[in-house]
């Protein structure tokens, strides 16, 4: 199938508008920046691939690195590691918030300038053009960060349109206060956990309050709130399914530890004169009183009318 240039032009500025929004990073970009001083401008070197001497800080830009980037007004994280080649360095990086691996080429230091290519889809797309990142290399010392450390800007070229451009800054890992070492302190300093709430699974609890849950009918997953008032062994209230917004009281039986709950919808009206008729969804099971890391406390789980698996846990 023949495909036009106008659709593969499309194309590709779709796939380069989804790359660009994904570009993460750290919360550097959030506070005040640890070192100084404007960026270089390896801007030209960067696109045009020139070759620069290898400088002094060559060696301390090789290894792992944390870097934020700031993308339409947020800033988000990935991780670097470069290694060098010939007189430059190139690497390879991951983002933090979705996963995405990406390639990094034609990386130089000169001086206090730095600068390299991004590149996604490079298997699939290798004439994508790159993003490309130039800056200013530093040491800097201070009560947050001690060690290399490079900040600037980015810039990807799209052609007719509009550039999508944006600052960077990046530490290296091994630097970070919160590193392996800084871990070990803190966890070493840190005081005892609380002990958890203990709970006594052979007392039957008492079931009044709010409750959130889920349940499976005719194949399709609910998620539902709901307000629950106890007298004795019966059980009433009312609730909501929350991703269909459909209203419904409650009542029910509770003989610990088996429990008995039907959900009364009463007629919906759909707009054009339609209607959903009133009905009603029976669930069974038993509660059981659980005490896990996350949640210590009463939980409903059993199966409904329809054969569909349904659970609650008490709000907290």
Same mark, same amino acid.
Request: with cysteine; net charge neutral.
């Given at each position: 199938?023949?495909?036009? %240039?106008?659709? @593969?032009? $499309?194309?590709i500025?779709?796939m380069l508008l989804?790359? !660009? &929004?994904?570009?993460? *990073?750290? %919360?550097l970009l @959030?506070? $005040?920046?640890p070192?100084a001083g404007?960026?270089?401008? !390896? &801007?030209?070197?960067? *696109?045009?691939?020139?070759?620069r001497?290898?400088?002094?800080?060559s060696s301390?830009?090789?290894?792992?690195?944390?870097?934020?980037?700031a993308?339409?007004g947020?800033?988000?994280?990935?991780?670097?590691t470069?290694?060098?080649v010939?007189d430059g360095?190139?690497?390879t990086g991951?983002?933090?918030?979705?996963g995405?691996n990406f390639?990094?080429?034609?990386g130089?230091i000169?001086?206090?300038?730095?600068?390299?290519?991004k590149?996604?889809?490079?298997?699939e797309?290798?004439n994508?053009p790159?993003?490309?990142y130039d800056?200013?290399?530093e040491?800097?010392?201070?009560?947050?960060y001690?060690?290399?450390?490079?900040?600037g800007?980015?810039?990807?070229?799209?052609?007719?349109?509009?550039a999508i451009?944006g600052?960077?800054?990046?530490?290296?890992v091994?630097n970070?206060?919160?590193?392996?070492?800084?871990?070990?302190?803190?966890?070493q300093?840190a005081?005892?956990?609380?002990?958890?709430?203990?709970v006594?699974?052979s007392k039957?609890p008492?079931?009044?309050?709010?409750w959130?849950g889920?349940?499976e009918?005719?194949f399709?997953?609910f998620?539902?709130?709901?307000?629950?008032?106890q007298d004795?062994a019966?059980?009433a209230?009312h609730g909501?399914d929350t991703?269909?917004n459909?209203?419904?009281?409650?009542?029910?039986?509770?003989n610990?530890?088996?429990?008995?709950?039907?959900h009364?919808?009463?007629e919906l009206?759909?707009?054009k004169g339609?209607t959903?008729?009133?009905?009603?969804?029976?669930?069974?099971?038993?509660?059981?009183?659980?005490?896990?890391?996350?949640?210590?406390?009463?939980?409903?789980i059993?199966?409904?009318?329809g054969?569909g698996?349904?659970?609650?846990e008490?709000?907290?």
């Amino acid at each position: 199938m023949r495909v036009s %240039q106008a659709l @593969k032009q $499309s194309i590709i500025l779709l796939m380069l508008l989804a790359f !660009a &929004s994904s570009l993460t *990073g750290c %919360q550097l970009l @959030k506070g $005040s920046k640890p070192g100084a001083g404007k960026a270089g401008s !390896a &801007s030209t070197a960067a *696109g045009g691939g020139a070759r620069r001497s290898a400088a002094p800080g060559s060696s301390l830009i090789m290894g792992d690195w944390q870097v934020s980037y700031a993308v339409n007004g947020e800033t988000q994280s990935a991780h670097m590691t470069f290694k060098a080649v010939g007189d430059g360095f190139e690497g390879t990086g991951t983002d933090d918030a979705n996963g995405q691996n990406f390639v990094i080429d034609t990386g130089f230091i000169s001086g206090n300038s730095v600068g390299f290519h991004k590149r996604y889809h490079v298997d699939e797309n290798p004439n994508l053009p790159p993003i490309v990142y130039d800056g200013t290399f530093e040491m800097v010392s201070n009560d947050a960060y001690k060690g290399p450390y490079m900040h600037g800007s980015y810039k990807l070229s799209k052609g007719d349109g509009p550039a999508i451009a944006g600052d960077w800054d990046a530490q290296k890992v091994e630097n970070q206060q919160g590193g392996r070492d800084a871990q070990t302190a803190a966890t070493q300093a840190a005081p005892p956990q609380q002990p958890q709430t203990i709970v006594d699974p052979s007392k039957p609890p008492d079931l009044s309050g709010k409750w959130t849950g889920g349940y499976e009918y005719e194949f399709k997953t609910f998620h539902t709130k709901m307000f629950i008032e106890q007298d004795g062994a019966k059980l009433a209230g009312h609730g909501v399914d929350t991703n269909t917004n459909e209203a419904f009281t409650i009542t029910g039986t509770f003989n610990f530890p088996t429990i008995k709950l039907i959900h009364k919808y009463p007629e919906l009206k759909l707009g054009k004169g339609k209607t959903k008729a009133p009905r009603s969804l029976e669930f069974r099971g038993k509660v059981e009183v659980v005490s896990e890391p996350e949640y210590q406390g009463p939980r409903m789980i059993g199966k409904n009318i329809g054969g569909g698996d349904w659970m609650a846990e008490e709000v907290r």
